[in-house]
């Protein structure tokens, strides 16, 4: 009788370590209220966490226009990217009702995510697929004809295998790539089944925003696929991905509700002042002709929750033209920054 399959990977001390971290933080996460969020929380983390996994495969929506687009507001957006939106948001909705190692229920999921978008959503791919930076091809999928059978093979590892969950999304997230069963929306479903086998664990999980964190390393999640691919071995995509949960868990353990205050009593400082205070403030943070990325600008205000600093001071100084993206035509690129300009502030 074969062997049944087992993804080649290795559990390192930098795996160890951050499983180890990650726990630590985990812990003290569920420990507090928070751990649990508001229905107001869980949708902004939701917002966080579809534009940022659409802004991956090129989706131009910002934060503001997702949330608009869920609030059921009309968007200037391209009609694609706004239907994207409102997929991703029904199969993340849905993740509740679905097993990790079910294959029909990772092919509705993909018929949800991709309905009206590819012409068989929910089917296998038929032909071969070649993933391309540029014109240079940098991973060649298994054929059309083994794709049933290796994904067959892939959610039977998972369903019996006894590795910790935490590696263990990895790992079947480094393999779905990998394999690439569908023709087109492979990246967001892999990201998708992550957070779906890491909610089965941690019931918490399912509201941790981790693609923030791959979009604004997405060079580095690229690199770790191919450095993977190379080694015939998930380990470096592992630990990838495990430094980015960490990344992602040390922002949602921070006292939130301290945060929030914080800007908040700063929001309303800024109402009393006059609608221009915000931008004002960004003005004085900034010297003319500085270009900062916008943690360091956040810590420049002293202000730590980040959908507050983006409405409430980011966009209104770039619509002054106070502030101006240095590659205002990738505006959600990973490399952004913002620079002063010469305009003066509103008093």
Known sequence: MPKPYSPPF??????????????????????????????????????????????????????????AVLDGRRVLAPPRDVHEVRNAFAAYERLPHWRPDALRNVLEAHAILMAGLVDTPGRWRTGGVGIYRGKRLVHMAPPAS????????????????DTHPLVASCVFHYEFEFIHPFADGNGRMGRLWQT???????????????????????RDYYAALAASDRASNSTVFVEFMLDALTMALAEATTDQATD????????????????????????????????????????????????????????????????????????????????????????
């Open 10 to 67: 290795s559990i390192t001390p930098t795996v160890l370590n951050h499983v180890a971290q990650i726990g630590e933080r985990l812990g003290r996460w569920t420990a507090r209220a928070e751990a649990v969020p508001s229905p107001h929380l869980r949708r902004a983390q939701r917002v966080r966490t579809i534009q940022a996994s659409l802004a991956i495969e090129n989706n131009s929506l910002t934060l503001e226009q997702v949330t």
């Open 260 to 347: 929030q205050a914080t800007d908040q009593a700063a929001v309303q400082v800024d109402d009393r002042s006059g609608a221009a205070a915000p931008i004002a403030r960004v003005a004085a943070a900034m010297r003319r002709g500085e270009i900062l990325t916008a943690s360091e600008l956040m810590q420049r205000l002293g202000l730590r929750h980040r959908p507050n600093f983006r409405s409430g001071y980011l966009v209104p100084a770039l619509d002054a033209g106070i502030v101006e993206m240095t590659l205002p035509d990738a505006p959600r690129s990973p490399d952004q920054k913002y620079r002063r300009t010469s305009k003066r502030s509103p008093k």
């Open 196 to 218: 779906l086998i890491l909610s089965r664990w941690q019931p918490a999980l399912a509201w941790l925003p981790v693609e923030t964190v791959i979009r604004e390393r997405q």
């Open 146 to 161: 083994r794709v049933p059978k290796l994904m067959t093979d892939l959610v039977r590892w998972l369903a019996r295998t």
